[in-house]
């Protein structure tokens, strides 16, 4: 087995094992990709403060997330397609990040559904909606969440029009891969992925196949979120949703101090600052620049999480120290489990958790709890005079 000391390592991997479709698929932005870039970029902006001579025995990462006891404040976020990475990705994924104790959300796009990933799970997990136009079909996938045992909804708001990805057009998207020349060629160059797929049932998009009317062409993700994703998605619609659900609601994808005061105000249960990963809308501001002004505005009155470049446990005491109550990582335990499977995604949280750990102490703290402006030096410009 290869010495894996980063996230990075797993990304490297991730690229050798993955068909080149699905390994692009998780590594684009909409775009020119600066928000992508971005969102990384600008973590690196911050710098950490180094204190010497103090206690750093017996540290503390953990904590809670929607009253959840974790063991860092860090969950996976939704992802679609996850079971193209590696077969039974979300099974895989759910399985290490229930062991490891941080939650697990399950994408409305996933390959495994709902009920299957609750098959193969103790704990509960949470599940990503995306709001579609058929009201029934929106309705019977909340009521199937509940069935399931579900503990949070998370509501996507970023992405009911889809940001444009040149390679995923390039290469033909699709689950499960189309058989043309090239795609074969490529696939026969990753033989642990094909003996995964070939030994597996779940190529397809298990939440919604059998479950939805008049689904068009399913496997292109734009022509099918272009068909159904419902763009009139508003506040009260939002609403309408939360009534049906009735239990811890997340809404994600938040950008803007003013969207997240309404947010708060509206009674979310937490936000989440994010900006898709740098997939929806290209020239956003990186999330890390905005939290700052989302915490100023809404800190104490819902919880607020980040996402979008985390790619270490230095990004993630960054932003606690900023003011985040959480974050949840993407791409960090995509690349894992495109790497090494369920291994590869245990892997991931083990570098994230130790990173985090390490730095903690170096800063002199403890406690993630008692993490905050006083760790860090930012400059500055960072959050931007922007008119
Ligand atoms: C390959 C990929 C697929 C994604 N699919 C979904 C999805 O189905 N639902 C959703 O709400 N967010 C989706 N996201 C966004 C993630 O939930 C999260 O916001 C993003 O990955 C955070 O950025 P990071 O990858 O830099 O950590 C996706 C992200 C990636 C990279």
Redesign the pocket.
Known sequence: MPVITSIEDLKRLHQRRTPRMFYD??ESGSYTEQTFSE??SDFSKIRLRQKVAVDMSDRYTGGTMLGENVTMPVAL?????TGMQSADGEIKAARAAEAFGVPFTL???SICSIEDVAAHTTKPFWF?L?VMRDEEFVDNIIERAKRAGCSAL?L?LD?QILGQRHKDLKNGLSAPPRLTIPNIINMATKPQWCMGMLGTKRRSFGNIVGHAKGVGDLSSLTSWTNEQFDPKLDWDKIARIREKWGGKLVL??VLDADDARRAADFGADAI?V?N????QLDGALSSIRILPSVVRAVKGQTEIWI????RSGQDVLKAIAMGADAA?????Y?YGLGAMGQQGVTKALQVIQKELDITMALCGERDIRNLGAHNLLVPQDFEGNWA
């Open positions: 698929y998780a969102n990384v976020a939704p992802v679609g397609f994408s409305t796009m990503q995306y998370v996507t992405l994600k994808g989440v994010s898709h990963g740098g997939r996402d979008s470049g985390i949840m990582i993407g791409r960090a995509i």
